[in-house]
């Protein structure tokens, strides 16, 4: 069994590796105490997604920078530009899989299986959901729908479990509202995005109206309702007249 000494150890390494900017590390330290099969503690699964999304967001970025370059040289009928931009794509994609795999790897296998409470399991389902939605955003045809039959079905799975969890729990409202921007995006389930979104807004904003914010749910929570507000006004103004939409109201957050 993992000594506290032991993960204590591993964490440190992680932030060390992290204030360093050595993610490889950072990741290789956290994969170890995850190995460990022990449920993390908030602190210490703060560091694992940290660690992983430092590995996984500047390769979705290059590539989307890529496809953009790509479809510009596919405009102007340069053939042999386009053949080396996907070279280039390619080798990234090999990259954003093993990065994708060993993520459902270690919360499928350590993780998920050890978590004891609602909030853990949300945590780990919405890591899920995104990971599998991270991979629909490159993979085509039959590998990008079973991508996104997968992110639905732990979306769905998240959304069920968070159902125990206050409505300005922070773990609760980021899993829905990346739930929320899987549908509008990837599925173009627009209205049910909204739907979702909507009323996760309404249901926190309601909470606020009737307690006092501390300052650390102030500090974690309404962040992610600012960003499920922009993300309402935005898609509220993508509607097209005529929609059968229907057009709402936000009401403004006193912060």
């Not at 150890?9 to 170890?32: I, S, T």
């Not at 990065?99 to 499928?108: A, F, K, P, Q």
């Amino acid at each position: 069994m993992a000594s506290s000494a032991q993960r204590n150890a591993l964490l440190f390494a992680a932030k060390v590796a992290e204030q360093a900017q050595r993610y490889d590390e950072m990741v290789d330290a956290m994969k170890k105490l995850v190995m460990m099969k022990v449920e993390l503690s908030p602190e210490e699964r703060s560091a694992f997604s940290m660690a992983y999304k430092k590995e996984i967001e500047p390769r979705r970025s290059s590539w989307g920078i890529l496809q953009q370059i790509k479809t510009n040289e596919e405009i102007n009928g340069a053939k042999q530009k386009v053949m080396r931009i996907r070279e280039i794509q390619e080798k990234i994609e090999r990259e954003l899989s093993s990065v994708c795999d060993e993520m459902m790897n270690l919360l499928d296998k350590h993780l998920i299986p050890f978590a004891t409470n609602d909030e853990n399991c949300v945590f780990y389902l919405k890591m899920k959901g995104d990971y599998y939605r991270y991979m629909a955003e490159y993979k085509t045809e039959t590998e990008k729908q079973k991508a996104i039959n997968n992110s639905l079905k732990a979306y769905q799975a998240a959304t069920a479990k968070a159902e125990g969890l206050p409505p300005l729990n922070p773990i609760m409202l980021g899993s829905n509202l990346n739930y929320s921007v899987f549908l509008h995006d990837i599925v173009k389930a627009r209205r049910r995005g909204m739907a979702v979104a909507r009323r996760t807004f309404d249901e926190a904003v309601g909470e606020i109206a009737s307690k006092e914010l501390n300052e650390e749910m102030h500090e974690d929570s309404v962040p992610i309702l600012e960003l499920i507000k922009e993300n309402l006004h935005r898609w509220a103004a993508d509607v097209p007249l005529g929609s059968d939409i229907h057009p709402f109201f936000i009401r403004r957050l006193s912060l």
